[in-house]
């Protein structure tokens, strides 16, 4: 089955998002997690809110494995780590 008519509830996406689900909240107790459907890539859209300075942070604990997903196992699945809008509006107002 290609990547682009891989449908979104696929139970091997859904392990694939617990998998990087699980290594985030390793590193990031507090991290929550929306999961969707995303149409640019097509695929499944995991979106962890972390509380950190950059986001990059997160991908670092994630990127290998997330690849692997990607490229071996051919899973459209992306991860698009974001700070909590508290802490980007309370960065914006103070400087």
């Known amino acids: 089955m290609s990547v682009e008519r891989m449908p979104v509830d696929d139970p091997r996406l859904a392990a ?3 998998e990087l689900r699980d290594l985030i909240v390793a590193h990031y107790p507090d991290a ?3 999961v ?14 972390v509380d950190v300075g950059d986001t990059e942070e997160v991908s670092a604990v994630i990127t290998e494995r997330l690849l692997g997903l990607q490229i071996e196992d051919g899973l459209p699945i992306y991860v698009f780590p974001v700070r909590p809008l508290a802490r980007v509006l309370a960065e914006l107002t103070s400087g």
């Open 32 to 34: 929550t997690f929306e």
């Open 36 to 49: 969707t459907r995303g149409d640019d890539p097509p695929g499944l859209y995991l979106i962890p809110t």
């Open 16 to 18: 694939a998002a617990s």
